[in-house]
């Protein structure tokens, strides 16, 4: 696609549920991110991944978070038993991934209500 | 000390007026420096890259970038009420793609 595409939106869940978040990133781009934003908020780095090798998983907040990325392309993020401080704003970005060229683009974001 | 250092401002300026926004970084090894805008709601747009001293242009925007005094800056001429959004500083090292980003300022341009 022409830019990082991310779904869904919008997602309000239940406490204790586990939800999923999918990130396809712009085609040829090796590099993904994910990040959270709280209201108000900067950037919390959550994962990164080269590949489908994540290099970077310094950011996740706790074990109950987790993501995979399969053939190079599309990324899964994966929160279990959802608590109300996860609500936030998830982010995913793409780049090369060349050391030349780092420039990162950002999807539309998944708004996550948990209630 | 934060990696990536921003003013959260709000910083106001006047229709037409240059605005600058500044961003300090801790890690001397960075090597690649970006300026992104947000405007609420909406996820980060990237509207400049640097990687080497001295300034880039770009239309009314020009980074500026000092690694000695580990120092970036963006300068947004001619401002219209259109640049009011948070800018946020992003800076990674050569070979570590994490990119870090600072808290963002929230600028606001005055009519």
């Known amino acids: 696609g022409a830019g990082v595409s991310q779904s869904p939106s919008n997602k309000v869940t239940e406490k204790g549920k586990d939800v999923e978040l999918r990130c396809d990133p712009i085609?040829?781009?090796?590099?993904l991110y994910w990040y959270r934003q709280s209201l108000g908020q900067g950037l919390e780095f959550l994962i990164y991944?080269?590949?489908?090798?994540?290099?970077?998983k310094s950011g996740l907040p706790s074990d109950r978070f987790s993501a995979e990325r399969t053939g190079g392309s599309v990324s899964t993020l994966t929160i279990q038993r959802t608590q109300q401080e996860d609500s936030a704003v998830y982010l995913c970005?793409?780049?090369?991934?060349?050391?030349?060229?780092?420039?990162?683009?950002f999807g539309q974001g998944t708004r996550l209500t948990v209630v | 000390q934060k990696e990536v250092e921003q003013n959260s401002g709000p910083l106001s300026v006047p229709e037409g007026a240059i605005a600058s926004l500044n961003c300090t970084y801790s890690?001397?090894?960075?090597?690649?420096f970006f300026w992104y805008r947000q405007y609420s709601g909406k996820s980060p747009e990237l509207i400049m890259s640097?990687?080497?001293?001295g300034d880039k242009e770009d239309g009314r925007f020009t980074a500026q970038l000092n690694k000695a005094s580990q120092y970036v800056s963006l300068l947004i001429r001619d401002s219209q009420p259109s640049d009011s959004a948070t800018y946020l500083c992003?800076?990674?090292?050569?070979?570590?793609?994490?990119?870090?980003f600072g808290q963002g300022t929230r600028l606001t341009i005055n009519p």
């Open positions: 970005a793409s780049s090369l991934g060349t050391t030349v060229n780092t420039e990162a683009f």
């Open positions: 085609s040829g781009h090796t590099a």
């Open positions: 991944f080269q590949g489908n090798s994540a290099p970077d």
């Open positions: 890690d001397r090894v960075s090597q690649s």
């Open positions: 640097i990687y080497s001293n």
């Open positions: 992003a800076v990674n090292r050569q070979g570590a793609q994490k990119l870090v």
